[in-house]
């Protein structure tokens, strides 16, 4: 595949990406916490054009996602949260070799290092700095699992999403 290809697939999935963050949902318990999939796009360009690819459209998305409402915040949690995520899944997952087999266990583990480097982040940085409240407090006023749970889920959510349309539709013969 020519470098322009990519270059306009990886902008067009990271636009894709901007639309999803647009309709985002609450989660119940925590107000701050939306869910949303703005990593399909970013997920299919790692399993599409393989981990440049999906970094590509991370950066991207993550520069168009401070003119959105959320601002330079939202753009800092989405790729504190997303990058590290596709990365680890790209490198995992070889685009040319990618078998059901091989993006579960790719997944498994992009989550996995996307649910630790949340809880890390949000402590030591999003809620003390948003809250103004010292580490110690977030950590007893914030447990884990209100971090890690809808990480996972949403996570797990993007990665159903992809799953299907990588391998139930014709989506990855399109760009051959």
Request: glycine letters at 6%.
């Amino acid at each position: 595949m020519n470098r322009y290809k990519v270059l306009i697939t990886a902008a067009m999935l990271a636009a894709m990406s901007i639309v999803l963050e647009l309709l985002p949902l609450p989660y119940p318990k925590i107000e701050f916490i939306k869910i949303d999939i703005v990593g399909v796009p970013l997920i299919l360009a790692s399993m599409l054009l393989g981990t440049v690819g999906g970094i590509v459209s991370a950066i991207v998305m993550g520069i168009l996602l401070i003119f959105t409402p959320t601002g330079w915040v939202g753009a800092i949690m989405k790729i504190v949260a997303t990058l590290p995520m596709i990365v680890l899944f790209g490198l995992l997952a070889d685009r040319h070799m990618l078998t059901f087999r091989n993006a579960v266990i790719a997944a498994v583990a992009a989550i996995a290092i996307r649910s630790l480097g949340m809880v890390l982040f949000n402590y030591y940085f999003a809620i003390p700095v948003f809250f103004n409240i010292p580490t110690e407090t977030a950590m007893a006023e914030f447990p884990a699992l209100w971090i890690i749970i809808p990480n996972v889920i949403l996570s797990l959510v993007e990665f159903a999403i992809c799953a299907f349309l990588f391998f139930k539709t014709p989506l990855r013969e399109t760009l051959r």
